[in-house]
């Protein structure tokens, strides 16, 4: 099966994924407050690609529900653009990378141990698993230090999708690069690029979204659970 296929499969899985998150995520007041950061991370993105692909940028805005980046046309053609309304899905595993990095406190060739060499490491789906709970028992997590990667972490997923004005912006160039991809195999180690990133950014968000779903389904019992309490004791006390 030609690679652009399974990258458009990766694609979609990711749209839902980020789709079912950002709905739990919003469930959640101490995370929705904090939302500014990954709204800034989003737009930040939008607005290093465009210097990167020599766009003109005219306007850039992060509010903590919403922002935009105003900008030109790329001076790269196609490609540019594309790169430019899908920077928040790079932008956002490279700063994933990097808060894992932090928070373990390993450095780049630690990390890519980790991950088993330079082949699993390329696709992204094989690790020496026993160093990644060594590394994950070993955090402090009662510091700042993973206080603040939390924070960044679930905001940064938040954002993580390219905006329905991003999909419909990079519409054109997708379909032209996917057929572009089936006649040119030039593109395909591009692809297994994608493909790398696509499996990381879909691993995470899983694991992100059944966190939160069991996050709040414990949270709605608790809750439910003291409302049956206190409306006992209120017969009681009548």
Known sequence: MNSIFFVILLFILLQALGHAYVLLFNQIAFLR???????????????????????????????????????????????????????????????LVLLFMWVLGLDWNAFKGL?????????????????????????????WRFGVFVILFFNVLAVFNPSRRDLKNIALGLVFYVLLSLFWPVLESLNAFLIFVLIWANLILSLATFFLLGFITLRNKLKSAFFRKLTFLKKRVK
């Open 115 to 143: 991950l088993g060499g330079k082949t699993q490491y390329f696709w992204g789906i094989r690790a020496h698993w026993d160093q990644v709970w060594r590394y994950f028992l070993s955090i402090d997590f009662g510091s």
């Open 33 to 95: 407050y904090t939302l500014w950061l990954g709204v800034f991370i989003h737009e930040f993105s939008h607005f290093l690609a465009c210097r990167l692909t020599l766009a003109p940028v005219y306007e850039f805005r992060a509010g903590l529900s919403q922002g935009y980046v105003k900008h030109g046309k790329s001076k790269i053609p196609i490609i540019g653009n594309m790169l430019i309304s899908l920077a928040p899905l790079f932008g956002g595993v490279i700063l």
